[in-house]
């Protein structure tokens, strides 16, 4: 088992329209080791957008951007690309089981081709000196068994020496993306395998992980752990984990500290002409559970989306919930 200082330790999962700049912002609030993740970005949309794709605030650092493609030759044009701008690492995704992305020829699919996820691989770490790691499934469809996992590390090992494990299989036909977090059953002891067989490389497991108590008990396993929906609904988890995880003289953060923190970024953005309600909508599940966390939802819900909406919406939210520690 590889020491503390593993960057991949905790991390927070790439999740389409949630992990933007914004909510990776809001998350730095709460921890400074988490690694965090952007959404997916195709090589294609980076290549050819009329806008910059890879902007983000260098305070949310280390931040890994997670990249969708399957062509080799792009995907080491864009590594270069977010290599310069300073990113930590660069993903890619073998583990998306939509349809537009199997259109696209990338996500889960791609399990089915081992040779070809080598070669992307062996193509962007060429190019850059940052980690190039790959998060797919156990399996697809069919191609279930703990062989066919087995093989599909052997083939790519050579050129990545990290892999993010999502424990569940995925169906590329029948169910949707949503179905395919929850119906497939999570199999972590296959992940677990997968680190003793492969000891020499760094295994994060990843999927309905939700507690400090479940993330250690993966450590005893694997070397990294990656949440999802429940660092996002509920990023009050995220204050614990640098305590819990890296530093036991870490401070604990509190969903009050980590919003009055934002409250010179928003103020920021504001006058740079970004909307409130694009960074609110990642504040809301900030107090779950806490009491005035239905009055904090309902009136960032109700008013971040006015025209002209300040950070006062905030601070009046603040006041539902302002004996909250």
Request: with cysteine.
């Given at each position: 088992?590889?020491?503390?200082?593993?960057?991949?330790?905790?991390?927070?999962?790439?999740?389409?329209?949630?992990?933007?700049?914004?909510?990776?912002?809001?998350?730095?609030?709460?921890?400074?080791?988490?690694l965090l993740y952007t959404e997916m970005i195709t090589a294609p949309a980076i290549l050819h957008a009329k806008y910059d794709l890879l902007a983000y605030d260098p305070a949310e650092n280390p931040v890994a951007l997670q990249l969708g493609g399957s062509d080799p030759n792009q995907l080491a044009e864009c590594a270069k690309l977010?290599?310069?701008?300073?990113?930590?690492?660069?993903?890619?995704?073998?583990?998306?089981?939509?349809?537009?992305?199997?259109?696209?020829?990338?996500?889960?699919?791609?399990?089915?081709?081992?040779?070809?996820?080598?070669?992307?691989?062996?193509?962007?770490?060429?190019?850059?000196?940052?980690?190039?790691?790959?998060?797919?499934?156990?399996?697809?469809?069919?191609?279930?068994?703990?062989?066919?996992?087995?093989?599909?590390?052997?083939?790519?090992?050579?050129?990545?020496?990290?892999?993010?494990?999502?424990?569940?299989?995925?169906?590329?036909?029948?169910?949707?993306?949503?179905?395919?977090?929850?119906?497939?059953?999570?199999?972590?002891?296959?992940?677990?395998?997968?680190?003793?067989?492969?000891?020499?490389?760094?295994?994060?497991?990843?999927?309905?992980?939700?507690?400090?108590?479940?993330?250690?008990?993966?450590?005893?396993?694997?070397?990294?752990?990656?949440?999802?929906?429940?660092?996002?609904?509920?990023?009050?988890?995220?204050?614990?984990?640098?305590?819990?995880?890296?530093?036991?003289?870490?401070?604990?953060?509190?969903p009050m500290q980590a919003i009055e923190k934002m409250l010179p970024y928003i103020e920021q953005q504001l006058a740079e002409g970004v909307y409130l309600n694009h960074i609110a909508r990642h504040l809301l599940g900030a107090f779950q559970n806490c009491k005035g966390a239905r009055q904090w939802r309902r009136h960032l819900s109700?008013?971040?989306?006015?025209?002209?909406?300040?950070?006062?919406?905030?601070?009046?939210?603040?006041?539902?919930?302002?004996?909250?520690?």
């Amino acid at each position: 088992m590889r020491q503390t200082d593993y960057r991949g330790r905790f991390s927070v999962a790439p999740m389409l329209d949630w992990t933007t700049r914004h909510c990776r912002y809001f998350h730095r609030q709460f921890s400074r080791y988490a690694l965090l993740y952007t959404e997916m970005i195709t090589a294609p949309a980076i290549l050819h957008a009329k806008y910059d794709l890879l902007a983000y605030d260098p305070a949310e650092n280390p931040v890994a951007l997670q990249l969708g493609g399957s062509d080799p030759n792009q995907l080491a044009e864009c590594a270069k690309l977010v290599a310069q701008r300073g990113y930590a690492e660069i993903n890619l995704n073998v583990g998306c089981p939509s349809d537009r992305v199997q259109n696209g020829m990338f996500g889960a699919c791609l399990m089915a081709n081992a040779e070809l996820v080598a070669r992307c691989v062996e193509a962007m770490k060429e190019t850059v000196a940052i980690p190039v790691t790959v998060k797919h499934r156990i399996g697809i469809d069919e191609l279930d068994s703990y062989e066919f996992l087995r093989d599909f590390i052997e083939k790519i090992q050579p050129y990545c020496t990290d892999f993010i494990v999502h424990a569940r299989k995925a169906w590329l036909t029948g169910l949707s993306p949503k179905e395919n977090r929850e119906i497939p059953p999570l199999d972590y002891e296959r992940v677990y395998q997968l680190k003793r067989d492969f000891p020499h490389l760094n295994i994060s497991i990843n999927g309905g992980i939700k507690t400090i108590e479940e993330i250690k008990h993966h450590l005893q396993y694997v070397d990294g752990v990656m949440v999802g929906r429940e660092a996002y609904q509920n990023p009050s988890l995220l204050g614990q984990i640098d305590q819990a995880l890296f530093d036991p003289n870490a401070p604990i953060i509190t969903p009050m500290q980590a919003i009055e923190k934002m409250l010179p970024y928003i103020e920021q953005q504001l006058a740079e002409g970004v909307y409130l309600n694009h960074i609110a909508r990642h504040l809301l599940g900030a107090f779950q559970n806490c009491k005035g966390a239905r009055q904090w939802r309902r009136h960032l819900s109700e008013n971040a989306c006015k025209t002209g909406a300040g950070v006062e919406v905030i601070e009046q939210a603040l006041r539902f919930v302002e004996n909250q520690p």
